[in-house]
Every structure is written in structure tokens, then in C-alpha cells.
């Protein structure tokens, strides 16, 4: 008895032209909305965050290179030493879009409060005036350091 085997050989082919172009049609559709999306997340507007800190953080630099006895002056003004008073003289001219406040009190480490005494530390913070204190720079700045 003799068994005869017959195998059937399919070949699997490709997708057809067709099919092809209607993937490549459907991906291309598909990722023009998700680029967009991804750039202006990227852009973020008209300055990103990156530049927005770095812009603060340089304003910071600008203050803290000022000798103690001049920020510890700016602290004893008319209206100065408070948890609002804004460093006319430090921060930008008023009316510029993106301007960056600075405020700096004396402050006590102790109570960690404000002061009205001299601690010999003052608190400096640097913020965008739009934002407000969210996204503000923050230090110490003490007469010994």
C-alpha cells in the first residue's frame, strides 16, 4: 500500500499596489495634525519655557552680583521691605511684556518671616510680572556669604 503525499504549495505574496498607496495615503493624513500638534508644544508660543527660565535665571545673576549694602539699601526705601514691594531700580521698565519683577525684603531665618530688624539676610525672589509668584526665582542673600 503505498501512500501518495501531495503537498500543496501556497506562495504568500505581497500586499497589492493598492494597498500600499492606501496605507502610505491613510499614515501621511495621519500625521500631519499629530506634527502640528508636536511643534507648537515644542514652540510653546512665543518664548518657551526653557528661554523663560533662563531669562529669570540670568535677572537673578544681575541682582545677586549687586554688593549687600546696595540690595540692603533698596530694602530701607519708602514702601520697600515688604512681601510686595517691587525693586523699581532691579527689575524692568514698566509696560514691557515679559517683564521681570524683582522683590527682596530683609528676612529672618529664625521665624522664617519678614523682618523689620537687620538679620543680615535678605530674600530675593524674581518673577515674570504676568505669571506672578508661580513660577518665581527664589534665594537667599546673606551679608557674610
Do not use: C
Not at 14 to 25: D, K, N, Q, R, T
Not at 78 to 97: K, M, R, W
Not at 108 to 137: C, E, H, I, K, R
Amino acid at each position: 500500500m503505498q501512500k501518495s503525499l501531495n503537498f500543496q504549495l501556497h506562495y504568500q505574496r505581497g500586499g497589492s499596489y493598492v494597498e500600499v498607496l492606501l496605507s502610505v495615503v491613510l499614515l501621511v493624513i495621519l500625521l500631519v495634525p499629530a506634527m502640528q500638534a508636536l511643534n507648537v508644544g515644542i514652540s510653546g508660543g512665543s518664548k518657551n519655557l526653557a528661554t523663560k527660565q533662563l531669562s529669570l535665571s540670568s535677572k537673578m545673576e544681575e541682582v545677586l552680583s549687586k554688593p549687600y549694602k546696595q540690595l540692603y539699601e533698596i530694602t530701607s526705601l519708602t514702601g520697600g521691605n515688604t512681601l510686595t514691594s517691587i525693586s523699581t531700580s532691579l527689575s524692568d521698565a514698566s509696560g514691557l511684556v515679559d517683564r521681570r519683577v524683582v522683590v527682596l525684603y530683609r528676612y529672618d531665618p529664625a521665624t522664617n518671616t519678614l523682618s523689620s530688624t537687620d538679620t543680615g539676610v535678605l530674600y530675593v525672589s524674581v518673577y515674570y510680572q504676568g505669571d506672578g509668584n508661580a513660577s518665581a526665582l527664589n534665594t537667599l542673600v546673606g551679608r557674610w556669604w
